[in-house]
Structure formats: structure tokens, C-alpha cells
């Protein structure tokens, strides 16, 4: 008499039959005839079966990374996703929930118990591993048995916000301390973070992007509420008006959205920085120069052109005649032949209108071949003021950093070709 050896079914797979035999059972029974008593405790019955549920996939998940090894699959995830047909990132998703209750047992306990649900789950232990470093270790344990049992009473989105500050709850003695903290991180972090980039789009514009800390935000967006108070009177009403097609600029401006007078404002608030406050930096600090003819400036439709840190723009003679009449601008009305007009006299040293002078005659370093923007350039003689050299226009030049250290070297040589420009030789 030869005796079959039996595998015993295992008792987790057992259960997985009876479930799945329980459902069957009920599979054609229509809970429109319920009462809505038995409706009411069905569902909350229901739930919690799929908490359970939920959290012995996740166990079984956790405990069995052979399946993938056996069916040369990269993971349990891909494994799950390839023998049942679900998606690949919902697959990943349940490989996660089940290393997190693997390594939150009061969660998994929790949701055995069908008292916390996965979207729970998900939050609390987000929230847990995300505690910081030097969390004393008896605080972890408090906060993992705190949220679990405030999963009870409150539903995911009020959860998300108790679990950003269960260390209060459950510390609150360390509050202080621990906000000092947090708050110096994140002004170490925002000013790693902080920076501005200009993208011209040439259709006139620019779309600048600019992330700052929320103190600097904060500062702006109180000087910009200056400009978009009800009771400022913007400084292009008539510009906004025009543009509209309106006659009355003032009904325009009340009709824009909050994020075009926000842009507006920023213009004005640009337009009315006292240049004479801020720090100077090569050769105009924060001035900007509007050069046109005189003829021009005559014509309706003529163009002027705009000399800043970045290179060279052209605007209409309108919008000249009106930057004119603003801080920071300086006007220039070059002659017949396009020289300078009265911006300065001569000194022992260059005085910052032939700084300017010589940025209109040039709008870049004078090396041969460097295009760095007059602003970011520095005044050399051209003869040393010391061996007799005169502080005159035509004695003058902007270099960049790099020429004007050239220029001094005694390991070059160079010489002025006709168009201005200098031309450096290394010396052999």
C-alpha cells in the first residue's frame, strides 16, 4: 500500500478560498432589497474586510521576494503585475505599502484590525519616515500609535495634516526647538534654491522665472500691492487704454486679471527705483541709456535704442520720449554724425558720463573679438595718466575683467586697429 504525501493547505491560503468562496456565494444576490440598515452595515463591514485584505497582500508581499528570483523577474512588483494583469505602477505601488508596514507594525496592525485603510496607511508611514534624523528614538514608536489611533476618527486630508505635526502632539515641549530648526533648514535650502533666469521669447518680451525665499516674496508682493491699491493711478492708463481699444485707461486697469496688474506693477515698480540708492557695479550702476538721433526724435514712428547690462534693444521714439522723464534714464541725443551730445567733461579721472559716452560709442569690450556688454566693462587709459596720458574720449577704452588684466600684462603686446577695437599679441 504506497501512502500520497499531502502538502497541508496553508492557513493564509486557506483563508484566501473561503474569502473568495463567500463572495461567490453572494456573487448573484442583489442588495437593492437590502434594508438600508443592512446596506449601512455592509459597507462598513466591506471596508474594513478590504483593510484586511489589503494588509495580508502586503505581508505576503513583503515576505516572499523568492517568487521574483523563480520566475527571473526584477521584483515581487513586476512578478504581481505580469501574473495578475494589473497595472505596473499600481503593482509598485503595493510593493511600497508593503515595505512600509513591514516597517511600521502598528500600521499593519492597524489595518488588520479594519480600523486604517491603505490611503491611511500611505499617509501615516509618509509621514514617519519622513521624521527627522535625530528624532529621539522613544518619540517614533509614540507617533506611529498616535496616528493609528487618530486614523480612527478622521478621514485622509484632516489625517495629512495631523501627521505634519505629530511631534507637537506628542512632544510639545520640543516644539520650539524643533520649529528653530525646521525654519533654519528651510532658509539654508531656499537660498540654495534661490535664482533668476531671463528667456527672451522675441515677440518683445521676456518671460523671466525667479524662485526666491517666501520672507523676499513676501516683500515684493507688499511693494507691488503699492501699484495695484485702488487708489493708484497706474503710470501707462493710457498705454492700457489703447491696447484695449478703450478710451478710459482707468476702467481698463480694474478689468485686468490680478496676474497682469501684478506684471504691470512690477514694470512701475522698476521704473520708480531711485537709481542713486543702489550699489554701482562696472561702469553705470542700475542706469539705463536711451540713445537717438536728433532728427528722429522728431518723427512719430522713428526708433531709439536702449544700452543695459545685457546688450543692446531698440524701442520706439514714444517710448523713449517717456523713459526720458524716469529715474535711472539718461536721455542722449547723438548729433549728425552720431557723436555724443553733452553728456560730460574730462577729469583726472573718467567721470561716469564719459563712462557713459563711451558705452554709447561702443557697446562692448573693445578686445578684438569679446562681446562682453559695455555695463560689465572698466575704463582704461590707453595712455597712462602717469606718463602723460589725458583723461579724453578718444585716450579711452572699456575692457572686460580679463583684457583689462591683459592689457597690464607685460606678457603681451597690442595695438588700436582703425574700427577702435584692441588687438592683443603674446609676446615671444
Known amino acids: 500500500m504506497v501512502v500520497q504525501y499531502v502538502e497541508p493547505t496553508h492557513p493564509i491560503v486557506g483563508a484566501a478560498h473561503t474569502v473568495r468562496k463567500a463572495l461567490t456565494e453572494v456573487a448573484d444576490v442583489n442588495p437593492l432589497f437590502m434594508s438600508p440598515t443592512a446596506q449601512a452595515e455592509a459597507l462598513r463591514e466591506l471596508v474594513a474586510a478590504e483593510c484586511q485584505l489589503v494588509e495580508l497582500r502586503a505581508r505576503v508581499m513583503a515576505a516572499a521576494p523568492k517568487i521574483a528570483d523563480q520566475s527571473g523577474k526584477n521584483d515581487t512588483a513586476a512578478w504581481l503585475a505580469h501574473e495578475t494583469h494589473i497595472g505596473p505602477r499600481e503593482a509598485k505601488a503595493q510593493k511600497r505599502l508593503a515595505e512600509a508596514l513591514d516597517a511600521w507594525p502598528a500600521v499593519a496592525a492597524g ?26 528614538a522613544e518619540l517614533i514608536p509614540r507617533a506611529e500609535a498616535h496616528l493609528v489611533d487618530e486614523a480612527s476618527r478622521w ?17 510639545p515641549d520640543g516644539t520650539e526647538a524643533r520649529e528653530a530648526k525646521k525654519l533654519a533648514a528651510e532658509e539654508r535650502s531656499a537660498f540654495q534654491k534661490t535664482r533668476l533666469n531671463f528667456a527672451k521669447k522675441h515677440d518683445g518680451t521676456t518671460k523671466i ?3 526666491v525665499p517666501d520672507l523676499t516674496a513676501t516683500r515684493l508682493a507688499h511693494l507691488l500691492h503699492a501699484f495695484t491699491s485702488p487708489r493708484h493711478d497706474p503710470a501707462d492708463k493710457q498705454a492700457l487704454a489703447d491696447a484695449a481699444g ?6 481698463v486697469w480694474w478689468k485686468l486679471p490680478n496676474n497682469k496688474k501684478l506684471g504691470h506693477a512690477f514694470c512701475e515698480l522698476l521704473e ?13 550702476g542700475t542706469e539705463l541709456i536711451v540713445t537717438i538721433p536728433l532728427a528722429d ?3 512719430d514712428l522713428a526708433a531709439a535704442t536702449v544700452l543695459g547690462p545685457n546688450g543692446v534693444e531698440r524701442i520706439t521714439a514714444n517710448e523713449a520720449r517717456r523713459l526720458a522723464c524716469e529715474a535711472g534714464i539718461i536721455p542722449a541725443v547723438l548729433g549728425g554724425q552720431g557723436h555724443v551730445l553733452d553728456l560730460g567733461r574730462t577729469s583726472r579721472l573718467a567721470t ?28 582704461h587709459h590707453l595712455n597712462a595718466w602717469s606718463q602723460g596720458g589725458k583723461t579724453d574720449l578718444k585716450d579711452l577704452v572699456l575692457l572686460c575683467k580679463p583684457g583689462h588684466r591683459r592689457i597690464h600684462s607685460p606678457d603681451y603686446t597690442n595695438e588700436r586697429l582703425p574700427d577702435g ?4 599679441y603674446r609676446r615671444t
Not at 272 to 284: E, L, R
Open 111 to 136: 489595518m488588520r484590525a479594519g480600523v486604517v485603510n491603505r490611503e491611511q496607511a500611505e499617509i501615516i508611514t509618509r509621514a514617519l519616515n519622513a521624521l527627522p534624523e535625530d528624532t529621539a
Open 246 to 251: 478703450d478710451e478710459a485707461g482707468e476702467r
Open 209 to 211: 522665472t525667479i524662485v
Open 272 to 284: 520708480n527705483i531711485d537709481p542713486n540708492s543702489m550699489p554701482q557695479h562696472g561702469t553705470t
Open 297 to 299: 526724435l522728431r518723427r
Open 155 to 171: 478621514n485622509p486630508n484632516q489625517l495629512r495634516v495631523l501627521a505634519r505635526q505629530v511631534l507637537d502632539v506628542i512632544d
Open 421 to 424: 577695437t584692441i588687438r592683443f
Open 352 to 379: 561716469k558720463a564719459q563712462k557713459k559716452a563711451l558705452i554709447l560709442i561702443r557697446a562692448t569690450c573693445s578686445e578684438e573679438g569679446c562681446d562682453v556688454p559695455a555695463a560689465m566693462t572698466e575704463v
